[in-house]
């Protein structure tokens, strides 16, 4: 590595977060044995510090392990640990830690469940590294030895969201031989361009928030300073690259459960994770909603049941029936239909270019003349301070996937320009549809996109037609005397459109969501912006928006969420 990591003192011991020093126990709970507080051994001479839930009848069972930052015995009242979620506070056990999955659903299904404190946190020695490759291998060590344990068939799997699921990729690219399967619930991959850096733009709300809440260890530990880290390597390098997870190496079996509504968080890493892995056998789930309550859904356990039967102890069921995608093409808030399909993106969409026009048209034509919208960059919130189009379907519509946003920009008294994009859906008489959005909210747009205009040199090896990846390595400043090109990935989403009914194109110089301070949110607080932007339109500037259309006569069958 060409980088060297820096390290910082925890900021909370364990007890000052409810939690306690280590205490070997056996507790004994209808049907379930607990081991709390059981060591593993790591390659690196690390102490991986584990909680053991095995049937009590002393059955032999495959393993469901997660690995946390979050404490494994993490005491917060359910209620707290959810807040706004929609997981109801008797729909889990006192047993289930932050994000992982239940005991008390899983050990009477004949599993075995690990919940395991990842290395340097809480109880585990360290030193701690997110999203690292070191931290794979201690994750590695644990999965091995979980799988040569006398209780454990010899058969892992692993489940949990977020973080629970960002520590998934990256193990699973090592393929350690015990792991059978993995099932990925709305985790980054990529965490300079899906968490840190949004279109090059910092994130100074959620990401300052975690590596603080990740900072829970005994005196002593050692924990990675990702904010020291992050000031130091602005640009993407091999830094980067190592919180990056190498998805084509992963070949287990996967079930993956992506959202629509946490853009700016899991949505773009989770889609890219099914679509890299090389897993003959995978399959796709996405739903518009919040991601704790569908992860703990009735409904949802079923489906992980099935896959886990499946892989975890070979029985034949419904699963090599699944269709290999499911999306859900969301009408209104909590209201939408599920669509089955052979891969992702989906193979029947086409992309439908929607040209910037006079009075805030977004037509499928190029407008015959050339025009300029201009808005106060450093302004939010009201018509006159961001460009609003709207294109109004003639016919019901179904936006399935990625769109992109190729605009011709200017800012006169800048060298460089924040641009934030939202895309909205308005109802015939005029109201706008709010969606679940980032796990807490429920007045969220169809989709988000964001761009630096001095990151926006694209990676021409791993860009696609449909997705603008960029290389996140210079500074390329706006052209001087006449407008710059730039292309905005919009992150994927599913949305139908009745007749009638539009699509708004918002584009602005500063967040166009902003919560009260205090909420778990995505924000972004360090602008560049100065004076006027002007977004150009026409026959010489043709700046548009292209969607992904779902041919009405492909459309399946409409059919009930659930």
């Known amino acids: ?21 280590v205490q070997p126990r056996i507790e004994h709970h209808p049907g379930i044995i607990v081991h709390r507080d059981v060591a593993v051994p790591t390659r690196s001479g690390k102490i991986v510090w584990a909680d053991l839930f095995l049937p009590a009848d002393g059955a032999i069972a495959p393993a469901i392990a997660s690995w946390t930052p979050y404490g494994k015995s993490n005491p917060a009242p359910i209620g707290k640990r959810f807040p706004r979620s929609g997981v109801r506070d008797d729909q889990l ?88 399967c993995i099932n990925p619930w709305e985790g980054w991959t990529d965490t300079y361009r899906e968490v840190a850096r949004h279109g090059g733009i910092p994130e100074t709300s959620f990401w300052p928030y975690i590596w603080d809440r990740w900072g ?40 993956v459960t992506a959202s629509w509504t946490d853009h700016g968080l899991h949505t773009r890493g989770t889609l890219e994770g099914f679509r890299r892995i090389s897993s003959a056998q995978k399959w796709l789930f996405v739903h518009g909603r919040k991601k704790w309550a569908e992860y703990y859904l009735p409904e949802n356990l079923e489906r992980q049941k099935a896959f886990f039967d499946r892989f975890l102890k070979d029985v034949p069921n419904e699963v090599d029936e699944w269709p290999p995608v499911r999306v859900e093409v969301r009408n209104d808030h909590y209201d939408g239909a599920v669509r089955e399909s052979t891969d992702w993106p989906l193979p029947d969409v086409e992309y439908l270019p929607l040209y910037l026009g006079p009075t805030g048209a977004l037509s499928e034509e190029v407008p015959l003349e050339s025009g300029t919208v201009e808005y106060d960059g450093n302004a ?140 778990l949110q995505k924000a972004h607080t360090h602008y560049v912006n100065e004076g006027p932007q002007i977004i150009h339109y026409g026959p010489a500037t043709p700046s548009r928006l292209v969607i992904p259309r779902m041919p009405v006569s492909t459309r399946l069958p409409e059919e009930g969420l659930r």
């Not at 299904?109 to 291998?137: C, K, L």
């Open 1 to 21: 590595m060409s980088f060297e990591y820096r390290y910082r003192d925890r900021r909370n011991t364990v007890e000052e977060r409810g939690g306690r020093p």
């Open 380 to 519: 939010a919130g009201l018509t006159a301070q961001r460009a609003v189009f709207e294109h109004i379907f003639t016919a019901d519509t179904d936006v399935v996937g990625h769109a992109r946003a190729l605009l011709h920009v200017e800012a006169p008294e800048a060298e460089d320009m924040d641009l934030f994009l939202a895309v909205f859906k308005k109802r015939a008489d005029g109201t706008v549809v709010g969606f679940p959005y980032y796990a807490l909210f429920d007045n969220g747009a169809a989709a988000l996109g964001w761009l630096r205009v001095s990151h926006r040199e694209k990676d021409e090896q791993k860009s696609l037609p449909y997705l603008p990846v960029l290389k996140h390595e210079r500074a390329l400043p706006l052209e001087k005397g006449r407008p710059t090109e730039v292309e905005v990935e919009i992150l994927p989403s599913g949305t139908h459109f009745a007749a009638g009914e539009s699509l708004v194109l918002v584009i602005q110089g500063v967040d166009v969501f902003r919560y009260p301070e205090g909420l």
């Open 93 to 180: 056990s006192d047993l289930v830690s932050f994000e992982a999955p239940d005991p008390a659903y899983w050990v009477p299904q004949g599993y075995a469940v690990i919940a395991a404190d990842m290395t340097g946190m809480w109880n585990s020695t360290g030193p701690a590294h997110f999203m690292a490759p070191e931290e794979a291998e201690d994750y590695y060590d644990l999965i091995e030895w979980i799988g040569t344990q006398p209780w454990c068939s010899g058969k892992v799997g692993l489940s949990g969201v977020s973080y629970l699921t960002v520590s998934q990729w990256r193990v699973a690219e090592l393929n350690p031989p015990h792991l059978a």
């Open 216 to 255: 829970v260890a005994q005196p002593g530990s050692l924990l990675e300073d990702l904010e020291a880290e992050d000031a130091e390597h602005p640009w993407f390098d091999e830094y980067w690259a190592s919180k990056a997870a190498q998805l084509e190496k992963i070949t287990v079996p996967a079930f």
